[in-house]
């Protein structure tokens, strides 16, 4: 039985909510359609949404682990009980380092702002009544106080702002890619789309889906792009495969290995 069969049976027998299927208590995914005639990739926004009121942000980085060399974010998934695992950011030459600000409890990974990124998710609050994750712009005033209120933050490149606007141009350049977004409920989305756009284009077609898409972050591009899906008895890992005048071939789908992720698993009672 082919991979795509075993795959399309499994989707079948999952609980589902208006087209979402649980991977976990709070942790649904759904794919979109996003481009009909794709010149490489399924076409398709596969879609992880997950109410932190009920599923935990996490992070899994080299700079902490025991041994500290990059993994392929199916294992990061493995090796950490998460339902679901995507990019935490685009990292340095050491192999280790984001390349945005990121914290992880008392841990740095990288302890300098970025000048040139704009967007910082953050959770774990450490005050009562505080939204479980938030996914702020740096360009707001509050941004920094806010950031501190958190056990965790990471900072990346923004594609959205505020309440849905593409902050992008048109560049002439398309690649895979992952990205993690907040809803207007405040929920998590963690986001992987093979198929290559210009990410002026890909946040439009991802603004119209039906997914309240307020906020957005690029987590990474081409091959290094990576999503990770594990449910009782199933799991799934998805590549990227395309960068403009860089790789434009998609036969490679084995995930690259990389430094640091962001995961969610099932809340402790």
């Not at 794709?38 to 942000?57: F, M």
């Not at 505080?130 to 712009?137: G, I, M, N, R, V």
């Not at 902050?167 to 977004?181: A, H, Q």
Request: proline content about 5%.
């Amino acid at each position: 039985m082919s991979a795509a069969l075993l795959f399309a049976l499994w989707l079948g027998a999952q609980p589902q909510v208006e087209g979402w299927r649980g991977l976990a208590p709070g942790v649904e995914y759904k794919t979109f359609v996003v481009e009909k005639d794709p010149k490489e990739g399924d076409g398709l926004a596969h879609v992880v949404r997950i109410d932190t009121s009920k599923a935990t942000l996490d992070f899994a980085l080299a700079s902490e682990a025991k041994s500290p060399e990059p993994r392929r974010c199916g294992e990061w998934a493995d090796q950490n009980g998460f339902a679901a695992a995507i990019n935490a950011g685009m990292y340095m030459t050491d192999l280790k380092t984001n390349v945005g600000y990121l914290r992880h409890g008392q841990h740095e990974n990288n302890g300098h702002w970025n000048t040139s990124y704009q967007s910082v998710l953050v959770f774990g609050p450490k005050e009562k009544g505080l939204p479980q994750a938030k996914l702020l712009d740096k360009d707001t005033k509050d941004f920094e106080a806010t950031a501190k209120k958190y056990e965790n933050a990471v900072q990346n490149l923004r594609l959205v702002k505020g309440e849905g606007e593409n902050v992008w141009k048109p560049n002439g350049r398309e690649w895979s890619e992952s990205l993690v977004g907040v809803d207007g409920q405040g929920r998590v989305l963690f986001i992987f789309v093979r198929t290559p756009f210009e990410m002026v284009e890909l946040n439009k077609r991802l603004l119209a889906l039906p997914l309240g898409l307020e906020r957005a972050m690029h987590v990474e591009g081409g091959p290094e792009a990576s999503l990770s899906l594990r449910a009782k008895g199933f799991s799934l890992d998805l590549s990227g495969g395309y960068v403009s005048s860089f790789l434009e071939r998609g036969d490679d789908a084995r995930q690259w290995r990389i430094p640091n992720v962001i995961g969610v698993r099932a809340r402790s009672p």
